[in-house]
């Protein structure tokens, strides 16, 4: 949520999700960050799939094309799994693209955010979206 609302970039919440979005848990996982975040919550991947603009890129362990090698549009949605388990099988061969982040040989995956980070900076570089700098 803070890396979408610090970039200004919309945050599309698939459920079921990985986390508890109990207005509880959801204000301290916002903190702050809530009023600047454009936040849709879907109720299923075909309620997502119905509403998303452009290309869904899934990132996988399990793909081969390396994000730095993939040329990013700007209705591109990122898309990210859990942790512990990734995508359902259904949403894996849905994904119109499937990119990884090349890793060192025995080590399993990233954390997903940082993930996301490496490869939302490199979309927002390619698609000259960062935005505008604060003093």
């Not at 600047?36 to 399990?62: I, M, Q």
């Not at 982040?101 to 980070?117: C, D, F, H, T």
Request: hydrophobic fraction near 45%.
């Amino acid at each position: 949520m803070r890396l979408c609302a610090c970039l200004g970039v919309a945050m599309d919440i698939i459920e079921p999700c990985g986390f508890l979005l109990s207005d509880r848990h959801f204000r301290r996982a916002g903190m702050d960050y809530l009023a600047s975040l454009d936040l849709t919550r879907h109720a299923s991947w075909e309620g997502f799939r119905g509403h998303a603009p452009g290309r869904v890129l899934l990132l996988t362990t399990k793909a081969s094309e390396p994000y730095f090698a993939f040329s990013f549009a700007p209705s591109d949605t990122l898309l990210v799994g859990r942790e512990s388990a990734g995508v359902p099988d259904e949403v894996h061969q849905t994904a119109d693209a499937r990119l990884t982040i090349p890793m060192r040989a025995g080590l399993r995956s990233l954390n997903v955010a940082q993930a996301a980070a490496m490869v939302l900076g490199e979309a927002l570089r390619q698609t000259a979206l960062f935005p505008e700098p604060t003093a």
